[in-house]
């Protein structure tokens, strides 16, 4: 017998043919909301990062182009390659400082990206397609219209049997509507698609979404475990 929560609701998995049925349900959903995660890096982001190369080719940043060509290549095979619900928690942070690599060629010094992962924790398990996800969100609408340099903190630390992650930013927030939009997966996704997927899942995986504290005009603080 398994329990799964699911949008505050308790569902009980058992061996008879209806539960069974749910089971799989609740296995597609899962499985197709990731496939919608690993989708978001569109024909923009390889657009804008292809431009990129070429402009610092132009100029012969030779070093900046080969770690660029390797940072696209290696995001690409990560999300072709990992169908398994859970990744080291080392794989998936490689896989955000790639994405935040290669939004840095074009943003430069507008942005600026710090990792505090606990040894501990690197060698734990998270749901795949989650860190990058929430990073692109602040990049891409927490700092669209800032003036300062935007900063993203992300701490993980382990305590007990669980890993709890931190990720902060300095930028113009999010009003209590769109939190609750994330937590209720209604309204228009304004904050990226990302949000309401990651919560969705983690909560068919696990039982606990994100929790978001946000200030308009400070910044957002987004933890899960």
Known sequence: MQNIVIDNH????DDNPDSKYLANRITLVSKTQKEILQSQLNSH??????????MMSLVEEKELVANAI???ADIFRYNTSKDADSVAVLDEVLHMKNYFLLQKLRLRDKVELICDIDEDAL????????????????V?????????KGIINIKAIRNDN???F??????????EEQIQAVYTMTGEENNGIGLKNINRRLKLLSGEGLEIESTPKQGTIVVFK
């Not at 891409?140 to 300062?148: A, D, I, S, T």
Request: hydrophobic letters at 40%; one cysteine or more.
């Open 10 to 13: 308790l569902f009980v998995i």
């Open 45 to 54: 982001f390889l657009y804008n990062t292809l431009e990129s190369i070429r």
């Open 70 to 72: 390797k940072a696209l």
């Open 123 to 138: 060698n734990g398990k998270l749901p795949p397609f989650v860190l990058q996800p929430i990073v692109e969100n602040s």
């Open 140 to 148: 891409k609408h927490g700092f669209g219209k800032m003036r300062k």
């Open 162 to 164: 669980e890993i709890v």
């Open 166 to 175: 931190t990720v902060s930013d300095n930028g113009c927030g999010m009003t």
